[in-house]
């Protein structure tokens, strides 16, 4: 208590100041900890490259050897309808386009395999993300894997994934993407419930659903993993839970659990402001989560990260939890985004553009932004926080190496804060970590943001 009390007399910020990082103690920290759940990612400080400076500083990332960690992203940016809740929707799949597109992403591949940065830390994970890669064909698929397998530098464990939907994905293109490299099918279901998912704009039934499910466990060829949504229209907490007890009866190798996320500008979000639909209230949203974790619990299955679980040996979620601790991440495809040597880039979305320069390996990017000396104080912050254990230490370790002399140590920083969340109940000691509780993993996206809030406010990060 005496460490907490000096920590507190020496904080930076006046307690009107603090007040906003703060969470609310009450009898039930689920409903009652901060005021909304936010996004699905906690953001961090970023400045923009001036547009001029773009072509010049991507292609010194192309000139030179990478020396980080790093995966992959390949982006199919086509989808067969618009869901209601989606965010991400940018073309209406067209079977004519697959091919063309699937010729550019291999011509950009080839070009990136003869720059310097193709040398360096093998690649851990490649995710083929969207849209729908499943919207591809299966002979485009296969030969997409088999192109990503050739020309980047995987490792000998790389978790290759392919994301989608169950409608239009069915055995044979299973069988050609676990036959061409494919290791891990994640496909979004959102809910098993008919009743949620037509209203939302998904085209498979429940039917359907279980079995597509059961045909890919049953090729027993790589791990198999859904998408949950919680805090759906219609949805109750009972209906998360019997979701999560279904994915173990099916025999899934993981699955992920997330928050509906209002993003504006959505047909969900539209809906919701004229009174068309209904989405449970801010204050019930934790207590979704706390009955799908139950659920998980149940089954045995291990939590892996706040927001996964992994029900068998085979799932690793080696992608996801790699980009949350701040990886490289290499980027193929109209839109894609990526992040490299301290810069991060999204290519350009425009299909026609994207098609012509691929294989140029240059015009490509449509934006960039460069990472805060303080990304490396963040990214340990943030990983820790996403497995649900943050470890000072490694924070701690970051700092020293940007401020070899601090007048205030990392840690004694973030204890007044961090007392506070332990009184509200969102965490507990356990050896070195700070474990969060399942408020805390609920509330962990803003809490994680409150941290990288609370800890720009030190005294000698503040003003570099």
Known sequence: MRAVQMSQETAVAEPSAVARFFATVGPDPLACAFPRKGGAHPGGAMLPVPAEQVESEWQGLLGRPRNRRAVAYVHIPFCENHCLFCGFYQNPWRAEAGGP???????????FARTPAQDGPPLQAVYLGGGTPTALSAADIARLVRAIRRHLPLAPDCEITLEGRIHSFGADK??????AGVTRISLGVQSFADAIRKPLGRKAGRREILAALNDLVALDSGAVIVDLIYGLPGQTPEDVAADVRLCGEIGLDGLDLYALNLIPGTPLLTAIDKGKK????PDRLGHFFAAGETAAEEMGWNPISTSHWQGSLRERSVYNLAVKAGADCLAFGAGAGGFLGGLSFRLTPDLERYARQAGAGAGLVAGMMRQAPSASIAQAIKAGMERGLLDLARAEAAFAGLVPRPSLGLAQHLAPLLAQWRTAGLWTPYHRFHRLTQAGRFWQVPMTTRLLGWMAEHPDLSHS
């Open 278 to 281: 209904q989405v449970a209230a």
């Open 174 to 179: 299973a069988r050609a993407a676990f036959d």
């Open 101 to 111: 597109y699937v010729d550019a992403l291999i011509a950009q591949m080839a070009a």
